[in-house]
DNA sequence: GTCTATACGACGATAGAC
DNA sequence: GTCTATCGTCGTATAGAC
């Protein structure tokens, strides 16, 4: 259902000028990276630019919104370890783009920011979603139950986002080592001691 | 030892400069806190500020190392969970100190930011405190011993980092849970199944 | 060494013409 | 829908008073 008018070649442009945004941001990082560049890149005035969103804020909120969705296509409902573990390998493969997240995240503890609605929306899904994975290995008998399973995402989550800082400083931190580990630790077989 | 001649008035208006800009982005945040209202706030000029530091990110970055030298002070050599519960009490009452750190650590990704020696040597300190921490334990047969204490530090302060993403999004958020949770997940007391 | 005044270039944002 | 022109503010740089 093709869409009628000028709004075709509008919302094609729209997508050109946030993959362009992705492509600058994740190879020169968030710091240093300005609206003109990315308007040059897509033979564009800044104003030309700023007709499509509210503010630079507003492009970057939508930019992680793409990254998001793009993630969500590619691998469908995989909250498994090795799920994770593939969104890890990408993100080690781009530090712009951790840095792009963490940043806007701080950004984001101000309910005002654009993408504040985003990660408050985000946290609660991911922690559902590897919640429900991890309920179905308690009920395969597969783990440990004496921590609810809503309890354990939070901290899963918690894990993979602050490795990322440490890898942030250090390239050579292994981001999957505490990932193992925890699953590790929370699995039922012999290994203590 | 005091110090002699002019070098003591300006250490002091040096320090000055800091807590005013602690004060700052504590309370306003690090986005949108400028230069000029820290110097405003010393009943000084904006050059006449940056007569005391390289550039903002300098300035940032003392006032982290500043952080870091009070809170060592005040809590010695605490690298129990306790210890870290303190820690995290206090940033929970300073949301904007707590974004400041993530977004300097961002910023720090790039080696020539003025942050990234400070970011580097504090994560290998961390680590290797909070590892001594868990050997004692360890040794105390108090505790699994199946993964090395140097890579659950590294797990331990990814979890505090984490949890205090999740928790610039969500106030509502327990960040002492998941530190308590891990903690129980190496205890070797009963409690599994 | 400490500090003010002034100016510069770049940023994000906006007004209004076409 | 896209432009030129302009705005206010930012961090920064330099000259020079004391």
């Known amino acids: 259902m093709a869409k009628r008018g000028p709004y075709e070649k509008g919302e094609a442009k729209r997508g050109e000028i ?3 945004a992705l492509e ?3 190879t020169e990082g968030y710091r240093g990276t300005s609206l003109r560049k990315v308007a040059a890149k897509c033979n564009l005035s800044l104003p030309g630019l700023m007709h499509y969103f509210d503010s630079k804020e507003d492009l970057l909120t939508q930019v992680l919104r793409m990254r998001d969705e ?3 296509l590619r691998q469908q409902e995989r909250t498994d370890p090795d799920g994770y573990r593939e969104v890890i390998r990408e ?3 781009t530090p712009g783009l ?5 940043s806007m995240t701080a950004a984001a503890s101000d309910p005002a920011h654009p993408a504040h609605a985003l990660f408050a929306e985000r946290y609660p899904m991911l922690r559902e979603r590897v919640a429900v994975y991890l309920r179905e290995r308690m009920e395969q008998g597969a783990m440990r139950t004496d921590i609810p399973p809503e309890r354990l995402a939070a901290l899963l ?3 993979a986002d602050g490795i990322q800082l440490q890898w942030l400083i250090d390239r050579s931190t292994d981001m999957e080592q505490p990932i193992d580990d925890v699953m590790s630790l929370l699995s039922l077989e012999p290994g203590e001691r």
Chains 1, 2 share one sequence.
């Open 18 to 20: 946030l993959h362009a």
């Open 24 to 26: 600058i941001f994740a």
């Open 157 to 159: 989550i918690a894990v």
């Open 70 to 72: 793009t993630a969500r």
């Open 91 to 93: 993100g080690a493969r």
């Open 98 to 102: 951790v840095e792009l997240f963490v």
